[in-house]
């Protein structure tokens, strides 16, 4: 799918074969703006977590021509103020960050949640002093709502910011 006139990505669905990408994504620097790495056991059931969601979706990210894994991306059900809405969430390996890549693959997931229906909207909560991940809301199309306080993990609250996007825009 190519989501920029760059890059292309496709989303591969999560499989079992995926968790030394979470491994991957588990360091201070990676964790930094999310309470910080977790342990062996919260990884493992993460993966658990990831190859069972009945409602939602996780994905491997990778680079369209080469193959190569950048990173993953995801959504699943999360109780907001509007009710039942999906929310989205994604990591970038170091080596292929500043490239774009998440705004590329957000897109095409909203895409592929905007197919496969459900909720109105679909919303991202990044930490408010991490510009990066600001930066791709805004460049994937997501609009900023404000800022609450949400907590991720369990037991570690953020001051996020709540970004959305509509999936049923010709709908009232």
Same mark, same amino acid.
């Given at each position: 799918m190519d989501h920029s006139g760059g890059e292309r990505v496709r989303l591969v669905p999560w499989a079992q074969g995926d968790f030394w990408l979470l491994e991957r994504a588990n360091t201070p620097e990676m964790t930094a703006h999310l309470g910080g790495p977790e342990s062996p056991?919260?990884?493992?059931?993460r993966h658990r977590r990831y190859l069972a969601l009945d409602a939602g979706r996780m994905y491997r990210v990778e680079l369209e021509g080469t193959g190569e894994t950048v990173g993953s991306i995801g959504y699943w059900e999360h109780e907001g103020e509007?009710?039942?809405?999906w929310e989205t969430g994604w990591a970038v390996l170091p080596e292929? $960050? !500043?490239?774009g890549l998440a705004a590329v693959a957000a897109r095409a997931l909203v895409e592929a949640v905007r197919e496969a229906g459900g909720h109105?909207?679909?919303h991202a909560y990044p930490s408010a002093d991490h510009?990066?991940?600001?930066?791709?809301c805004r460049r994937a !199309?997501?609009?900023?709502?404000? $800022?609450?306080?949400f907590e991720y993990p369990k037991g570690h609250w953020l001051?996020?910011?709540d970004w959305a996007?509509?999936?049923?825009?010709?709908e009232p």
């Open positions: 056991e919260k990884l493992a059931d509007d009710g039942t809405v292929f $960050q !500043g490239r109105r909207s679909l510009p990066a991940s600001n930066g791709v !199309g997501f609009t900023l709502r404000g $800022q609450l306080d001051r996020s910011n996007v509509d999936l049923r825009p010709d």
